[in-house]
């Protein structure tokens, strides 16, 4: 372990058997509390492991990484004792390229990661039946699609361990942001193709869980949820958190906040302290 590292850290662990695509993999970091990984803490260890907190990228669908992310996790696992794990996914080409990376890849990637994080609580000691899911941007959006989108979850177990979901600084409603933003049209061409019917389909703003109540999918509603949104925002508007923050309530969420009083740019927001605190204030509420 580096010095003044905070809690342990395991770099780029492959998430897809047999992948050796460096976007298939996360980083993992353990609160110090439970780093019982030598003999002499086993005990200890199994007793009461942390909650784990899987954190999603954004970027657009084509930028971003989960080293950009060290500090947060670092800050976030320390302040929270909690694991996180941060992701990559596969990302997309920067103009649309029709044979390219698109939608669903990458939501696909983030329900491997999901599903493979579901698996691997014991072997590295945290808690795999409390997961909380927090995105940032397109990340956001990734995290609308695993709670409305039932095919990216089919397994209710695994639906049932998210215990909470955070949004910050979100997409949502596609339609919407191009008719608010019209040059985002490079990156979500890029990113869904050309097909308008599909930005539709892929937002987590038009999925209702209430038809697929039926035999092959047990009765769903959303998990509590935090709403993350920043007027200081340049890139996003408050639009996008506030219907959907309406969609969830209406989709039967028992408990869903919005918080618009934390500051930062798009980015920023995400290395402040206050957005830290917010994130393990609401965690602690369903620990
Ligand atoms: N640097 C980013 C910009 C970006 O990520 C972005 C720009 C406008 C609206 C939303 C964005 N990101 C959402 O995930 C890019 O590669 O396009």
């Known amino acids: 372990m580096a010095s003044g590292t905070l809690c342990k850290i395991f770099c780029g662990i492959t998430y897809i058997e047999n992948s050796n695509n460096p976007f298939h993999t996360l980083d993992l970091y353990l609160p110090l509390q439970s780093n019982y990984h030598n003999d002499t803490n086993k005990e200890l260890a199994t007793t009461n492991p942390p909650s784990l907190l899987v954190w999603i990228h954004g970027g657009a669908w084509r930028s971003g990484d989960k080293k950009d992310h060290t500090l947060t996790a670092e800050n976030l696992s320390k302040l929270g004792n909690i694991a996180v794990a941060v992701i990559n996914y596969r990302l997309n080409p920067r103009t649309f ?77 596609i339609p919407r942001l191009l008719a608010t933003w019209p040059t985002y049209i490079d990156f979500v061409e890029a990113a869904f193709g050309k097909d308008e019917k599909i930005y539709k389909d892929a937002s987590p703003q038009y999925h209702s869980l209430k038809k697929f109540n039926n035999e092959h999918v047990k009765k769903r509603i959303p998990p509590p949820y935090l709403i993350i949104y920043s007027y200081e925002d340049e890139l996003i508007d408050f639009e996008q958190s506030r219907s959907y923050q309406q969609h969830v309530c209406e989709e039967g969420g028992v408990y869903v906040e919005i918080e618009t009083s934390l500051l930062g740019k798009h980015d920023a927001i995400l290395e402040t302290e206050a957005l830290h605190k917010r994130i393990i204030e609401f965690i602690s509420k369903f620990k």
Do not use: W
């Open 97 to 173: 390229t029709p044979d390219g990376i698109k939608h669903p890849a990458h939501i696909n990637d983030v329900a491997s990661a999901l599903k493979f994080l579901c698996k691997k609580g014991e072997a590295f000691n945290y808690n795999s039946e409390k997961i909380y899911l927090a995105g940032h941007s397109a990340g956001a959006f990734m995290t609308g699609q695993l709670v409305f989108c039932p095919e990216y979850i089919d397994d209710d177990d695994v639906y049932a361990r998210i215990c909470g979901v955070i949004g910050m600084e979100g997409i949502y409603d």
